[in-house]
């Protein structure tokens, strides 16, 4: 059997049984140190499946800090170190490198985080790796199995921007590469989420609909999507791509309370799936590695951790 007849899902579940261990299903590990938790953050993205060479290596670096820091960032947590692991072919040029490291760099000076090293190796085709080491103090994190009956479901900001340059790439306007990569961890809004009881969370790099399939599986209810929060959708079949798509790292998050400064996407019923906003029960999967197309011909950039 090969892994495109599992899917990623599945493919993480059998990997955790083989292990032996049962399967933490948060996207960061958390390191019980006492009165705080150390989360841990990882990610890779590839060459030819996440972005190609000819990118903006800066952009690219800036891009593996901010997609380790949105994972942090949905658990109510500060960032205080990162990592990496460089696979480079010998034939790069050092000023590609130069520029990566730049990106790299520069993210990290704008969140105050520590650059402390990790790995250098030979490959046919350039891959990173990043992980952040961030910290929370223990009953203020956000986990993905909080959500109650009665929740509110927001979001942290609206979609499209993202999505829409996904699209447009896939469509030959090159140019758009940069919105893909131009993505912003919500670690601005944990201040003022910190003021509300805040159930549960998770980063919306997988698309809407994968987002609040996990918190509905993880917390054991049914979500109902009762608005659209994506931007000027012009058709309802655009609607549901810009939910499928992913990749603008928003927060989705749950709570008892009334938020009117963040958009509401729907509600928490007693149950189990999740209901679009057309009442259809078939929700489109989101991105899968291994049954979604996985390259840059595919409609999605996003990535998965376990």
Not at 93 to 102: G, H, I, Y
Not at 180 to 206: A, E, G, H, Q
Request: charge should be neutral; hydrophobic fraction near 35%.
């Amino acid at each position: 059997m090969q892994i495109s007849e599992l899917g990623e899902r599945k493919l993480i579940d059998k990997i955790w049984e083989f292990i032996g261990e049962e399967n933490e299903n948060e996207d960061v590990h958390f390191l019980d140190v006492g009165k705080k938790y150390l989360l841990l953050a990882m990610d890779t993205i590839n060459e030819g499946f996440h972005f190609e060479k000819w990118w903006d290596p800066t952009l690219i670096g800036k891009f593996l800090v901010d997609i380790n820091l949105s994972d942090v960032a949905s658990k109510n947590g500060k960032p205080l170190e990162m990592m990496v692991s460089f696979s480079f072919p010998r034939s790069l040029e050092v000023n590609w490198v130069k520029a990566l490291v730049k990106g790299i760099r520069d993210e990290l000076k704008r969140y105050d985080m520590k650059f402390s090293g990790g790995d250098l190796k030979e490959s046919k085709k350039i891959s990173l790796t990043g992980l952040v080491i961030g910290e929370v103090k223990k009953g203020e994190e956000f986990r993905r199995s909080g959500a109650r009956e009665g929740d509110y479901v927001y979001i942290s900001s609206k979609i499209g921007r993202n999505e829409r340059a996904i699209m447009d790439y896939h469509r030959g306007k090159l140019e758009r590469y940069k919105e893909i990569l131009d993505i912003f961890p919500r670690m601005d809004i944990l201040k003022s989420l910190k003021k509300f009881k805040i159930t549960s969370c998770v980063d919306n790099s997988d698309g809407i609909y994968k987002s609040l399939s996990i918190l509905s599986r993880m917390s054991g209810v049914k979500i109902k999507i009762e608005s659209d929060v994506s931007t000027d959708s012009k058709s309802e079949e655009e609607r549901i791509a810009l939910f499928s798509i992913g990749g603008d790292y928003e927060l989705i998050f749950t709570s008892p309370v009334e938020l009117p400064d963040f958009s509401r996407v729907g509600k928490v019923l007693r149950g189990k799936g999740v209901v679009d906003l057309n009442s259809s029960t078939k929700i489109p999967p989101g991105f899968d590695h291994f049954k979604t197309l996985n390259s840059l011909n595919s409609k999605s950039m996003s990535s998965h951790e376990f």
